[in-house]
T-cell receptor
Framework: AQSVAQPEDQVNVAEGNPLTVKCTYSVSGNPYLFWYVQYPNRGLQFLLKYITGDNLVKGSYGFEAEFNKSQTSFHLKKPSALVSDSALYFCAVRLPLLGSARQLTFGSGTQLTVLP | DSGVTQTPKHLITATGQRVTLRCSPRSGDLSVYWYQQSLDQGLQFLIQYYNGEERAKGNILERFSAQQFPDLHSELNLSSLELGDSALYFC?????????????FGPGTRLLVL
């Protein structure tokens, strides 16, 4: 069974500092990996995804993520955090099987707080 | 704005009742997914429809059912509601044909069962 883990429930970072939100996965095969962000009382917004190719993926709002197959990780990063980045971040995984169901399996979420 | 709409935004009902949540996917998207977000279970996949047909089932209770109509909108029916069904229910949509497609989420329906 596929699974994804976000080992940190909470990450605090000062505004202007780099931020990292960690994600590791456990799947057989080559996964598709996603990051979503959820602001209070809002739906999930897509940030970026890794399908294949370059291990460094750039997404919305200056976020990027690095796919590391040997460490089975897909950490979300941003060089300089903004207070407005404070939100709940979810990592998700899906297996790339043609014709299969395409549901996402989500991690437990990481609450990012950027301190002014 | 993702282009996925969900109604109603909020729903308050009593135990034992039945409710229907509605989702309209992005224009052109054939797949619709339903997810439940609760404090104790996190974000869980419930069910997927593709072009009117059920494609996959997750941890969906037998009291819950869904369908996708010819115009591609979907409804999630929750019956014999229990207190534990209180949660945020999300609908997402994707094109449904390509690999690695992104799921775009609606704003959710917050259900409170009293």
């Amino acid at each position: 069974a596929q699974s994804v883990a976000q080992p940190e429930d909470q990450v605090n970072v000062a505004e202007g500092n780099p931020l990292t939100v960690k994600c590791t996965y456990s799947v057989s095969g080559n996964p598709y990996l996603f990051w979503y962000v959820q602001y209070p009382n809002r739906g999930l917004q897509f940030l970026l995804k890794y399908i294949t190719g370059d291990n460094l993926v750039k997404g919305s709002y200056g976020f990027e993520a690095e796919f590391n197959k040997s460490q089975t990780s897909f950490h979300l990063k941003k060089p300089s955090a903004l207070v407005s980045d404070s939100a709940l971040y979810f990592c998700a995984v899906r297996l790339p099987l043609l014709g299969s169901a395409r549901q996402l399996t989500f991690g437990s979420g990481t609450q990012l707080t950027v301190l002014p | 704005d993702s282009g996925v709409t969900q109604t109603p935004k909020h729903l308050i009902t009593a135990t034992g009742q039945r409710v229907t949540l509605r989702c309209s996917p992005r224009s052109g998207d054939l797949s619709v997914y339903w997810y439940q977000q609760s404090l104790d279970q996190g974000l869980q996949f419930l069910i997927q429809y593709y072009n009117g047909e059920e494609r996959a089932k997750g941890n969906i209770l037998e009291r819950f059912s869904a369908q996708q109509f010819p115009d591609l909108h979907s409804e999630l029916n929750l019956s014999s509601l229990e207190l534990g069904d209180s949660a945020l229910y999300f609908c997402a949509s994707s094109g449904g044909a390509g690999e690695g497609e992104t799921q775009y989420f609606g704003p959710g329906t917050r259900l409170l069962v009293l």
